[in-house]
């Protein structure tokens, strides 16, 4: 594992101050906040993993599937904001810090140069008006495209409620952009926030939807799962018009942890009866059925509006299913070999190449693993 102490030390072209070191580490622990990449390692939530690197190194999967190290700060953590969910918001009393556009090009430069950081994720709290909080991020983007020549990955946030202009400035520098819709529906947003409005952010992703028409970037966003005591039915409905409506790259869920928000907010007591990352864990599994395997947010198994949480939505459906099954390998279209347990879009394709080949008798050498034979097995024929 990389010291984070020891990080700046082998890059010696920047100087890095005691003081800038001690910004940063604060605010790329504040970043942890917004995960925009998946955080499915610890399903059973034994405590969330991130960043064995470094604080302000996060390794994650990009909607492309591809994996990288990215470079990950907030700007600043002082916020005019007040999302009762968020330990960031106005009302607490902490340390506000701030960064500079051209520290942070700096730090990142220094890190990218070194092969440490693949890419940039930059967010940050809103400690202006939005179109100013943009104007710095877009700062630091413009510093490494045009005066230092990087021309890699850059991921920056959408502040709600900044201007058609801004977002459109945002669009021309990153490779991915996100906007969050913190959670289901205008009613809940007013439960957890007085400031940002659900119409406005859906405006914006509506935007970003148009500008990558023009532009070339991945348009993301993130639920907080739980905090305003919504059910998994309406966010799998919401991610389903997000997809399909809005043409989203990637949905985020991440669960809201218990204690860091208001205390009376309508999820708090659920969320700590409950094991929210693990809940968590389930929405990206139907996010995957949504996404890749054809299935519906109809379809998707609920008990009283929730994911059980004891069983894969997918193989729940296929218990509940036995007329579709069993599912003969060697007649069955792509899409009905992703309805069994155990096969994914990887080994539906695999079987459906070697039946070019020949008759198939013996499927289990198309598995990567036992485990995942063993889990189809009941739910197919030859
Ligand atoms: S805008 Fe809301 S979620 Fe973002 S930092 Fe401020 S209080 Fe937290």
């Known amino acids: 594992m990389l010291r984070q102490a020891s990080l700046f030390e082998k890059a010696p072209a920047v100087k890095i101050s ?23 390692k610890d399903p059973l939530g034994q405590g969330r993993k991130r960043g064995p690197l470094g604080r302000w190194l996060y390794p994650v999967v990009l909607p492309n599937g591809r994996r990288m190290t990215l470079f990950r700060t907030l700007l600043s953590n002082q916020c005019f904001s007040d999302c009762a ?47 100013k909080v943009m104007e710095e991020f877009i700062t630091v983007a413009r510093i490494l495209r045009e005066k230092e020549g990087f021309g890699g990955y850059i991921h920056l946030k959408v502040v709600p409620g900044a201007s058609e202009a801004a977002i459109e400035t945002a669009a021309k520098f990153a490779n991915a952009l996100s906007l969050n819709v913190e959670t289901s529906s205008p009613e809940r947003l007013a439960q957890l926030s007085q400031a940002k409005k659900f119409e406005k952010i859906w405006q914006g992703m509506n935007q970003l939807k148009k500008l990558k028409e023009r532009f070339l970037f991945s348009q993301t966003t993130q639920f907080i799962v739980g905090a305003a005591g919504e059910t998994d039915a309406e966010i799998i409905l919401q991610t389903e018009r997000l997809y399909r409506q809005l043409k989203l790259n990637r949905v985020y869920f991440s669960a809201y942890q218990p204690g860091l928000g208001k205390q009376d907010l309508p999820g708090e ?10 809940r968590e864990h389930r929405l990206y599994q139907v996010d995957f059925l949504l996404r890749k395997y054809g299935f519906s947010a109809r ?15 997918k193989e729940l459906w296929a218990e509940s299913h036995p007329e579709f099954f069993p599912v ?27 039946r070019k080949e020949s008759y198939l008798k013996n499927i289990s050498v198309l598995f990567p693993n036992k485990k995942l034979f063993q889990k189809a097995l009941p739910y197919i024929v030859t």
């Open 85 to 131: 969910y968020c330990p960031l918001r106005q009302e607490r009393d902490f340390l506000r810090l701030s960064l500079r556009p051209e520290e942070i090009a700096d730090a990142f430069m220094s890190l990218w140069r070194r092969k440490i950081v693949h890419g940039l994720f930059l967010s940050s709290a809103i400690f202006a008006h939005p179109d």
């Open 269 to 278: 007591f659920l969320a700590r009866q409950n094991n929210f990352l693990l």
């Open 18 to 40: 005691p003081d800038f070191r001690k910004r940063l580490s604060l605010l790329s622990q504040d970043s942890r906040f917004d995960l925009a990449g998946s955080c499915a």
């Open 299 to 313: 379809e998707i198994p609920l008990k009283n509006g929730f994911l059980p949480l004891e069983k894969d939505p």
């Open 328 to 354: 003969n390998i060697n007649k069955a279209s792509y899409k009905e070999l992703l309805r069994v347990p155990g096969i994914g879009p990887t080994i539906a394709r695999r079987i459906l190449e070697a």
